[in-house]
């Protein structure tokens, strides 16, 4: 079955470094989302990413972050310069069509930043 | 604005017993809502989905729900926990509107099955 990948699992970065979050959609999927999760607290929209541009973002999503479709299958998070807070679990997911509303999710990749 | 209440931060049940796990929603538009699974080490896995047709909803592993409009509720259900069903649950909702079809969650509850 298809399913959404996602690399590192864990990375562990000094805080004002540059983190690149990586994440394979599913194949023929065409809209791709960021989420992320505090420890302890809720699953946070970032962003959705449709048409090689972005859809929607949430307040979170300031000029430190962005996204990049590089290759047709990768989907990526850069964070530019990393901060304390910054370090969540950040999980990708992907959408097939607009009548389709299911996301897949991905398994996360678990950010320190120290 | 929508938003999601989940009450119980952490739910412990019989095995055998019936597992409730509540969700309250609140959205300025008809919602679709959601319920995912997250496993240890694992990611989030959709349990079932409520898309305005049938107001009870089956899904995986035996699960299912009710979209209670008049009380803003999308409670879940099994009427047999297993063992297997040990794991995080999460409530989101998405706005029907035009969008990008972002979800918003719940907190989480926790679900431990006792033997």
């Known amino acids: 079955e298809p399913e959404v990948t996602q690399t590192p699992s864990h990375q562990v970065t000094q805080m004002g470094q540059e983190v690149i979050l990586r994440c394979v959609p599913i194949s023929n999927h065409l809209y791709f989302y960021w989420y992320r999760q505090i420890l302890g607290q809720k699953v946070e929209f970032l962003v959705s990413f449709y048409n090689n541009e972005i859809s929607e973002k949430s307040e979170i999503f300031d000029d430190q972050f962005s996204v990049e479709r590089p290759d047709g299958s990768n989907f990526t998070l850069k964070i530019r310069s990393t901060k304390l807070e910054d370090s969540a679990m950040y999980f990708c997911?992907?959408?097939?069509?607009?009548?389709?509303?299911?996301?897949?999710f991905g398994p996360g990749t678990r950010l320190t930043v120290t | 604005a929508q938003s999601v209440t989940q009450l119980g931060s952490h739910v412990s049940v019989s095995e055998g017993a019936l597992v409730l796990l509540r969700c309250n929603y609140s959205?300025?538009?008809?919602?679709?809502l959601f319920w995912y699974v997250q496993y240890p080490n694992q990611g989030l896995q959709l349990l079932l989905k409520?898309?305005?047709?049938?107001?009870l909803v089956k899904g995986i592993n035996g699960f299912e729900a009710e979209f209670k409009k008049s009380e803003t509720s999308f409670h879940l259900t099994k009427p047999s926990a297993h063992m297997s069903d040990a794991a995080e649950y999460f409530c989101?909702?998405?706005?029907?509107?035009?969008?990008?079809?972002?979800?918003?969650f719940g907190k989480g509850t926790k679900l431990s099955v006792i033997p």
């Open positions: 959205s300025s538009v008809p919602p679709y």
């Open positions: 409520y898309t305005s047709a049938a107001t």
């Open positions: 989101a909702v998405m706005g029907s509107g035009a969008g990008s079809y972002q979800l918003t």
């Open positions: 997911a992907s959408r097939d069509r607009v009548s389709s509303y299911e996301q897949y």
